[in-house]
């Protein structure tokens, strides 16, 4: 057996760099965060080949003096926190010393840097290792360039996912970033090409627009609140413009965003009645407390942050979100309700799960028996006889499971013909789905989709219809971005659901004779008439049997 030996510090700090900067997105946030913390109110980044040639982040702080820019590579060296009790009122966003040292563990980097009436001075180190240093011409301020990443790491290089996924992980990054600071301008190119850019006005809504996309906060809920000597701000973007993930659901606590299940939830239920079963808002909630109710080194990428009474703010959060939008919303919610029927019945699924498996017993199975229609009960349930039983027909969740198998038929030949629109449809997304559907717009066209030069569709499908379009095209990227492309059985799914249950019949909207057995006509046509798409059923049986047991006529 060898002796046990202290490793030496360039190895010791590869080892440490793996945690802090595990791809070129985590040296984007530590180098960012530096420029934060140096009081710069203009950030620029620019990245070549996903950051894996380069990433360079230029900022107009108050620079460092020569012999600071090089103790800033050492493991441990910062100027942010001094001693024990500085722990406990972190204000700045770095505070472990640790990012310089390990980018420079896993890359070349050259730091150029210059306070304010001095001259600019540089120090470039290699793998942890000084290799230059001298005097710079530059603007007050500091630029970092970080250039062969994970060159002396091998097995990371190979660790690293596609270009395209690392890209995103670093556009996701700077949204967060620039989300966080409203009054610092951000500029983000990739490739020479610019990508985002903020005004750095202070103005959140101009700030959702440029990180989002344009009209994106038209319909914006923005609330103050306070609890527990927290102060929560919320800004909310209107239902309408739901996402299918959740990332977009974005937390800051004193300008540092940090990832909370229990917070992100929260929103998720207070904006529960708003939006489809799925579907996910756009919202920033900022946190503002004493530092010391915080703990945020939690993990060396400050991503987590403990708070005292977690679970009592996430109760108020979901509060202050549902409370906002119904005093905001209230008009569109109404719109939105007309446009978008399913939302009740939605909220009785959820009540139904639990109760489903008794109900499923009653389910009948089969073929649809040929019954006679009674009347509606509640403005919601159709009640139906023939000489066996009552039949209760919940007509939502029928017409649910009508337009379920009428599209997955009609997606079952996607490839048909293509409807012309006199006005291109502008689509409302983000301006990432919109570089994604930029990205993947042949297999739009695959699926019968056209676009004009500004990305308006100006063609979709014979069996889509106009107001389905944006729910179509958003379901489309989500599925290009999660698997790269779009699988037509997902796809078949996934829209045939989405739509079905957007267009479907209200529950208590009420139908005629004519509408009700034509509803029952159609759903008897069905391969399996007895669930909706979401597996509630659409018809209970309650049998002469069953009936008689209830009025103990027999046991
Ligand atoms: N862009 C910058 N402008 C001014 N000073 C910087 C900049 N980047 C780093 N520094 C200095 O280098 C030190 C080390 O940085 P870093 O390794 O990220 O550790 P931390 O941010 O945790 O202190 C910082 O404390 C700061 O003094
Ligand atoms: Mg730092």
Redesign the pocket.
């Given at each position: 057996m060898s002796s046990i030996k202290v490793m030496v510090p360039r190895l010791a700090n590869m080892i440490a760099a793996g945690e802090v900067v595990d791809r070129p997105a985590s040296i984007v946030k530590?180098?960012v965060?530096?420029?934060i913390?140096?009081k710069?109110d203009h950030v620029t980044i620019s990245i070549e080949e996903a950051g894996m040639k380069k990433i360079e982040?230029t900022?107009n702080?108050?620079?460092?003096t020569h012999e600071?820019?090089k103790?800033?590579?050492l493991r441990h060296?910062?100027?942010?926190?001094m001693n024990e009790s500085d722990l406990s009122h972190i204000r700045?966003?770095?505070?472990?010393?640790?990012?310089?040292?390990?980018i420079s563990a896993v890359g070349k980097v050259m730091?150029k840097?210059r306070l304010a009436h001095e001259v600019g001075t540089f120090v470039t180190y290699h793998g942890g290792v000084l290799v230059d240093e001298g005097s710079a011409t530059l603007n007050e301020?500091?630029v970092?360039t970080v250039t062969d990443l994970f060159y002396n790491t091998p097995a990371r290089f190979k660790y690293m996912k596609s270009e395209a996924a690392e890209k995103n992980a670093i556009i996701d990054m700077f949204d967060r970033l620039a989300l966080s600071h409203p009054s610092i301008r951000f500029h983000l190119s990739i490739d020479g090409k610019t990508v985002k850019e903020t005004v750095g006005d202070g103005d959140y809504a101009h700030l959702i627009d440029a990180v989002y996309g344009r009209r994106m906060t038209a319909d914006m809920t923005v609330f103050e609140e306070s609890v527990q000597k927290i102060t929560v701000k919320g800004y909310l973007l209107s239902p309408k413009i739901s996402r299918s993930r959740k990332k977009d659901i974005s937390l800051f606590v004193n300008g540092r965003y940090f990832k909370n299940y229990k917070f992100t939830q929260a929103v998720i239920d207070g904006y529960h009645s708003f939006l489809m079963v799925n579907r996910y808002p756009i919202a920033l909630i900022h946190l503002t407390l004493d530092p010391n109710l915080i703990d945020v080194n939690v993990h060396p990428q400050k991503l987590e942050v403990k708070f005292a009474g977690e679970s009592l703010i996430g109760y108020h959060l979901e509060t202050f979100v549902k409370d906002a939008l119904m005093k905001r919303n209230h008009a569109v919610q109404e719109a939105y309700e007309k446009r978008e029927p399913v939302q009740e019945t939605y909220v009785r699924g959820e009540l139904l799960a639990e109760e489903a498996s008794d109900a499923f017993q009653e389910t009948v199975s089969g073929k649809l028996p040929e019954m006679e229609y009674i009347g509606t009960y509640a403005g919601t349930y159709l009640l139906f006889q023939n000489e066996k039983a009552l039949y209760l027909m919940d007509q939502h969740a029928a017409e649910e499971r009508i337009r379920y198998e009428h599209y997955y038929h009609a997606l079952s030949h996607p490839k048909k013909a293509r409807a012309h629109l006199m006005i291109p449809y502008e689509l409302n997304l983000t301006h990432d789905d919109f570089e994604h559907l930029k990205e993947g717009l042949s297999h739009f066209g695959e699926y019968g989709f056209s676009f004009n030069e500004t990305l308006a569709v100006t063609g979709i499908p014979t069996w889509l219809r106009d107001d389905e379009i944006e729910l179509a095209v958003e379901t489309m990227i989500a599925m290009l971005v999660e698997k790269n492309r779009i699988d037509l059985a997902g796809l078949r799914d996934r829209l045939a659901k989405d739509i079905s249950c957007k267009g479907a019949i209200k529950a208590n909207q009420s139908l005629n004779r004519a509408e009700v057995e034509s509803l029952y006509r159609r759903l008897k046509t069905c391969r399996n008439p007895y669930t909706c798409p979401h597996g509630r059923p659409t018809v209970i049986e309650l049998s002469e049997y069953r009936i008689e047991r209830m009025f103990r006529r027999v046991v």
């Open positions: 530590e180098l965060e530096n420029a913390d140096a710069a982040v900022d702080g108050h620079g460092m600071d820019a103790l800033a590579f060296a910062t100027s942010k926190i700045t966003l770095g505070f472990r010393g640790e990012a310089l040292a390990a730091l840097t301020g500091t970092i």
